[in-house]
């Protein structure tokens, strides 16, 4: 397996931080692990909701949102690992081609949750690749800052489906966690979505 994610020019809580200050009122599903530690560093608020178990269940929830909140922008940003799990669910997403839903992969090539091992993705697998080959259409790879400065507009305006692949940098960070809480996250992000209504 390769080692090469060590050498990556983009840093995982930049380009949190980067996708987080792009909108300010777009609606972001985190994946469980790494994502979710890195937008809570990044400047955690209602508007992002962390997923703390159902590894593989970003993109299915974010679709979901979706569907359900047309006239909203989702954004799933999620890891390699967690999105390895869950690789049908993009066929879904090319079936039912939301428009308003960006898919970002934090892809280090490694399981940050459980010890960085190499996931797949360090070797042979193409999650761009495989996105396009399920059918979303809009698909890529960002590798440097350039490239996210040029991607930034349309992964937060496009005509989605959007699918990037991020390849950010393997390299040991502290864990920020985001509240435990459920029912909190819950009323927050809702209050979020639906504004005092929700209360």
Partial sequence: MSD?????????????KTLLNA???MLIVTGLGSTNWDFTAAG???RIFPLWGAMGGAV????GLALAQPDKRVMVATGDGEMLMGIGSLATVAVKVPKNLTICVFDNERYGETGMQTTHTASVTDLAATAHGLGIADTGIIRTEDELAESLDHLTTGHGPVFR???????PLDFVLP???GVHLKNRFRQALLGDDAL
């Fill in 179 to 181: 509240s435990k809480d």
């Fill in 60 to 63: 299915t929830m974010g679709l």
């Fill in 44 to 46: 955690d608020c209602p």
């Fill in 165 to 171: 692949v991020i390849k950010v940098r393997a390299e």
């Fill in 4 to 16: 090469r994610a060590k050498d990556f020019p983009l840093h995982r809580r930049d380009v949190a």
């Fill in 23 to 25: 909108r300010v009122d």
